[in-house]
């Protein structure tokens, strides 16, 4: 990141640094992962959630191309929206708009506050997430989003700029509460990545015929083949609480399809 000493003017250089750092990741993650599993199928259908291929040929797609309308929703208002909000918030500690401490002065906050952005990431996308699923916003936005039903690493962005407003919002916390930039970027980092992989469409990463690393999400999964389900993440269980959960039984199955017809119906 940019100096410290730089965030308390806005200025090109260190905004445009933080925009490619951004840009970067994403290409790094999203892209990396797409060459892998789809270009060069470094693990055939092992591990992946859907036996479909990712569309092609269809005009709902920017290019009839899905990869091709991921990445263009992701480069045009994702990486944009997230570094707005950054350069803002950065902005923000570099004027004392946000209270800062020290790992040296409190450092047993300093540590618990990184557990407690898990939790408060969980719980902001689940409720957001509802959110988003009302109607009109529907319509106007999430929509964007769930024409992914077989979903890949750039899915996770392919968002309407207002949802990546919202989606970003999660960030907001910090003019809140006591924290440091690298609790911010962390954050954002913890958000933006997690979006990426939770969308892979296989569940890991296979080295020398053994699962090593998580990719995909499960249950998320189930979110965009049955949309009124598993809205929020397996961190904080919402979706148990509030009877939105499905495990991918057939009788989960059934529930959800009786409460979408409930929801829809009246």
């Known amino acids: 990141m940019p100096e410290f000493v730089l965030w308390k003017t806005f200025s090109a250089g260190w905004i445009v640094h933080v925009f ?3 840009v970067g990741l994403t290409v790094l993650f999203a892209g990396g992962l797409h060459l892998y599993f789809y270009t060069f199928k470094g693990q055939g259908s092992a591990l992946k959630f859907e036996k479909r291929n990712l569309v092609k040929n269809n005009r709902v797609f920017f290019a009839k191309s899905q990869v091709w309308d991921n990445i263009f929703w992701t480069c045009a208002f994702g990486v944009p929206v997230w570094t707005l909000y950054q350069v803002g918030l ?3 500690y570099g004027n004392g708009y946000i209270k800062m401490i020290e790992f040296q002065s409190n450092p047993v906050w300093f540590v618990v506050l990184f557990l407690v952005i898990i939790f408060w990431e969980s719980t902001h996308f689940y409720f957001t997430h509802r959110l988003l699923h009302w109607k009109p916003l529907y319509k106007m936005a999430h929509h964007i989003h769930h024409r992914n039903s077989n979903t890949g690493p750039w899915s996770g962005f ?6 990546q407003v919202i989606f970003f919002s999660v960030a907001l916390i910090h003019l809140v509460i006591a924290s440091h930039p690298v609790h911010l970027f962390f954050n954002f980092y913890f958000s933006a990545l997690a979006a990426i992989t939770s969308h892979a469409g296989y569940s890991d990463v296979v080295v020398k015929g053994k699962p090593c690393f998580d990719a995909g999400v499960f249950h998320h999964q189930l979110h965009h083949r049955y949309f009124e389900c ?3 993440t397996s961190v904080v269980p919402w979706d148990r609480w509030f009877g939105s959960f499905h495990d991918g039984t057939a009788e989960a199955t059934e529930r959800i399809n009786q ?3 409930a929801m829809h119906s009246s």
């Open 20 to 22: 490619l750092v951004n």
């Open 90 to 92: 950065m902005w923000a």
């Open 158 to 163: 392919s968002m309407h700029p207002i949802e």
């Open 230 to 232: 598993n809205y929020g």
């Open 259 to 261: 409460r979408r017809y």
